[in-house]
């Protein structure tokens, strides 16, 4: 049992920069204290002693503000960020790894008994506010953004938001390979590429991706172009393009901006 709440307050401070000291999160972290409860409900759930365990769960919500049902299945190194206002539903399963976030309901959408509760497998976490609703299944490293409403399975590492949810990224490796192709492009020209991560699912951000890939392909053909110029006794393409920052895109550097267009071409051309 020690090893356990050991094991469990070490997955907050590797989830969590807040956390300062064990004593503090021994003694501050409801969502510890929410889970601990929980497993003593849940013995008793098994055992039969319906009553009390579920008498232990009130406490335990009263207590921290988060309901989870005696019933419900909790994996290992399982983490309930802030934790208010979260509920858990009877026949939910949590794998282990997984995180949550406060107001997040993992609840049901018929009244018929049997299965009814989201199953969440392994490295699951779920925003703020989210609501994963039915019988699904959320697959490995799957995530939930905040406020949205899943009733549909999720895939492994799939990003999931909006009302109903949605996927917006889904880390294959052809994509990987992609968004990694577009990094070393963006570092050719000087630029930061942390706006075309895979993770980010910003429509201008994949604009911008998508304008690498196209400044890239016309830059080499050009450089195609003035290898075969060159060749055939002519003198072009003498001086490198110059490097592009954010602080190029700034307002107050307009003129320079239009000077480094100007320097870049070869006054010889």
């Not at 929980?38 to 921290?64: D, V």
């Not at 999931?160 to 492009?185: A, F, L």
């Not at 290898?227 to 895109?249: H, R, W, Y």
């Amino acid at each position: 049992m020690f090893e356990r709440i050991k094991e469990d307050i070490q997955s907050v401070f590797h989830r969590d920069p807040a956390a300062r000291t064990t004593f503090e999160v021994l003694v501050n972290y409801p969502g510890l204290h929410a889970i601990w409860y929980h497993r003593i409900a849940h013995r008793l759930w098994k055992a039969n002693w319906k009553w009390l365990a579920r008498t232990i769960s009130t406490f335990s919500r009263w207590m921290t503000g988060i309901e989870i049902h005696p019933g419900a299945t909790l994996g290992r190194r399982f983490f309930i960020d802030h934790g208010m206002g979260v509920v858990i539903g009877e026949t939910a399963e949590i794998g282990n790894d997984v995180t949550l976030y406060h107001g997040v309901t993992l609840g049901g959408t018929s009244w018929n008994g049997g299965k009814r509760h989201p199953t969440l497998e392994d490295n699951v976490v779920v925003g703020a506010g989210a609501k994963v609703l039915g019988p699904i299944t959320m697959h490995k490293g799957a995530k939930v953004g905040s406020n949205s409403v899943v009733v549909k399975d999720v895939p492994e590492n799939a990003t999931v938001i909006g009302i109903p949810g949605r996927i917006v990224v889904q880390k294959q490796q052809k994509d990987q390979d992609k968004h990694q192709h577009r990094d070393k492009i963006a570092r050719k020209y000087g630029f930061d590429a942390y706006a075309v991560a895979p993770d980010n699912p910003d429509p201008v951000a994949n604009a911008i991706g998508v304008m690498l890939d196209h400044v890239h392909l016309i830059d080499t053909k050009v450089e195609e172009m003035c290898k075969a110029i060159n060749q055939m006794g002519g003198e072009v393409c003498g001086k490198s393009l110059p490097s592009i920052t954010l602080d190029d895109f700034q307002d107050s550097d307009l003129v320079e901006d239009f000077q480094k267009a100007k320097d870049a071409f070869d006054p010889s051309i």
